[in-house]
C-alpha cells in the first residue's frame, strides 16, 4: 500500500478561502514533500519539510508535520483558481545505519482541488 | 524543468509489441527515476538509476527494464506490451539543491496499448 495517505481525496472551494490537505504515512522519515500536478502535466516541487521540523511556509503554503502522528498537512491560504490542480505527498523514507536511500520518493494518492472563481 | 524531456509523447500500441520509452535530461544529474501514475495509485516507482550502467527495481518493476548506458538518457522498456501497462509515465531526476532529494520530472508519455 501507499506510504503516504492522503485526505480528502477531492476539495472543492471558493476563491479566497483555505484549503487545507491531510497525509499520512507509515515508517520514519527523513523528510516529507508536497508535489503539485496540473491536469496532463508534470509533478512540481512545492516545499520540503524535515523530519526535524515542525513547520515551514512558502509564500501561501504553510506545512506542518507531526512525527509523533505520522502525518503531515498542507494549508493554501487565500486561494486563486490557478491553484485548481492535484496535490501530492511524498515520503523519504528514513533507512537504517548504512543504507542508502537512494533519494527514492514514495507518493500518496494525491488530493484534487477545484478552487471556482 | 531542470532540462528533462521525454519521448515518445504519446504512444498507442498493440498487447505484445515492444516499447521503449527515453527519458533525456541535460544538465548531468547522477539519479533518474520511473514512475507510472494510474487514477487511485499515485506516482509509483518502477526502476530508478544512480549511475551510467547502475539500476534497480521500484515498486513495480514487473515487466519492464531499463538501461542507462550514459549520464543524460534513461530508457525504459516494456519487452511485451501489456494492457495493464496502459499509464501515464513520468521520468524524473534528483536535482542536489539546498533541500537534498527534490525531484524535478519530465512532461510525462501517455501509453495506450490496445
Known amino acids: 500500500s501507499q506510504q503516504g495517505e492522503e485526505d480528502p481525496q477531492a476539495l472543492s472551494i471558493q476563491e479566497g478561502e483555505n484549503a487545507t490537505m491531510n497525509c499520512s504515512y507509515k515508517t520514519s522519515i527523513n523528510n516529507l514533500q508536497w508535489y503539485r500536478q496540473n491536469s496532463g502535466r508534470g509533478l512540481v516541487h512545492l516545499i520540503l519539510?524535515?523530519?526535524?521540523?515542525r513547520e515551514k511556509h512558502s509564500g501561501r503554503l504553510r506545512v506542518t508535520l507531526d512525527t509523533s502522528k505520522k502525518s503531515s498537512s498542507l494549508l493554501i491560504t487565500a486561494s486563486r483558481a490557478a491553484d485548481t490542480a492535484s496535490y501530492f505527498c511524498?515520503?523519504?523514507?528514513?533507512?537504517?545505519?548504512?543504507?542508502?536511500?537512494?533519494?527514492?520518493?514514495?507518493f500518496g494518492q494525491g488530493t484534487i482541488l477545484t478552487v471556482h472563481p | 524543468d531542470a532540462g528533462i524531456t521525454q519521448s515518445p509523447r504519446h504512444k498507442v500500441t498493440e498487447t505484445g509489441t515492444p516499447v521503449t520509452l527515453r527519458c533525456h535530461q541535460t544538465e548531468n544529474h547522477r539519479y533518474m527515476y520511473w514512475y507510472r501514475q494510474d487514477p487511485g495509485h499515485g506516482l509509483r516507482l518502477i526502476h530508478y538509476?544512480?549511475?551510467?550502467?547502475?539500476?534497480d527495481k521500484g515498486e513495480v518493476s514487473d515487466g519492464y527494464s531499463v538501461s542507462r548506458s550514459k549520464t543524460e538518457d534513461f530508457l525504459l522498456t516494456l519487452e511485451s506490451a501489456t494492457s495493464s501497462q496502459t499509464s501515464v509515465y513520468f521520468c524524473?531526476?534528483?536535482?542536489?539543491?539546498?533541500?537534498?532529494?527534490?525531484?524535478?520530472f519530465g512532461p510525462g508519455t501517455r501509453l495506450t496499448v490496445l
Open positions: 519539510i524535515r523530519s526535524n521540523e
Open positions: 538509476s544512480y549511475g551510467v550502467k547502475d539500476t
Open positions: 524524473a531526476i534528483r536535482r542536489r539543491t539546498a533541500d537534498y532529494n527534490e525531484q524535478f
Open positions: 511524498a515520503t523519504d523514507a528514513k533507512i537504517n545505519a548504512g543504507g542508502t536511500s537512494y533519494g527514492k520518493l514514495t
